[in-house]
């Protein structure tokens, strides 16, 4: 893969994922996901962190595919708690969340603990204010897992349904948990639904569903 990483400078980084948000960045959440970008060539010869793609594929299928959820998350109260990512990978969609809004004092949580000193190679490369945390989120859940959350998000994993629940009783007023997901809605324990959702750009089924606890 990472022969087909290619080098692109600032501009014409910022050029391209510029034209896949769903809303403008600003100049420090361009050059934290252009230290993310460089940081993710250099790691990938000896770390498996992506599937194969050219740049602009991993643009698309990546970071854009993060940034499809802002508009999901303009909503949320700006004194909610953190957003907590649930297997972080190698960072979509929560490094491009935090680096798009720092205001959610993320948190980046990988089990992998070769992925998880990615992440903090990444966050300090970037000088982003993120906590990336070497835990699994099983049940129960991990001690260094934050009180109150405002926002949950998770990309590549499947929670199971207890999981979930134990989350959404976490959550702040106004929070939601926000799930990457194809044509058909999550299973979900009683007490959470399915309420707006995002369809991802060049997919025809798969899509970001926000889930919220009942009203």
């Known amino acids: 893969m990472s022969s087909d990483l290619l080098e692109l400078g600032l501009g014409e980084f910022a050029r391209r994922l510029r034209a896949l948000a769903p809303e403008p960045l600003g100049a420090a959440a361009v050059a934290a996901l252009h230290a993310h970008y460089q940081e993710l060539r250099r ?6 962190l992506i599937g194969p793609g050219t740049a602009q594929e991993v ?9 499809a959820a802002l508009p999901l998350l303009a909503s949320l109260p700006p004194d909610a708690g953190p957003l907590v990512d649930v297997g972080s990978g190698a960072g979509f969609p929560g490094f491009v969340l935090a680096a798009a809004r720092p205001d959610l004092a993320a948190v980046l949580i990988e089990s992998r603990e070769r992925k998880w000193a990615f992440l903090r190679a990444a966050a300090r490369r970037a000088a982003l204010p993120v906590r990336c945390l070497n835990a699994r989120v099983a049940l129960p859940l991990p001690r260094e897992l934050p009180e109150r959350i405002g926002c949950v998000t998770t990309r590549a994993l499947k929670l199971p349904a207890p999981v979930l629940a134990a989350l959404a009783e ?9 799930l990457w997901v194809g044509a058909e809605d999550p299973e979900l324990p009683p007490g959470l639904e399915v309420g707006g959702s995002v369809r991802l750009a060049g997919s025809a089924n798969r899509r970001i569903v926000e889930v919220r606890p009942v009203r």
């Open 43 to 48: 790691w990938s010869p000896r770390l498996a």
């Open 59 to 67: 643009l698309a299928r990546h970071y854009g595919e993060s940034l």
């Open 170 to 178: 976490r959550l702040a007023a106004g929070g939601r948990i926000l």
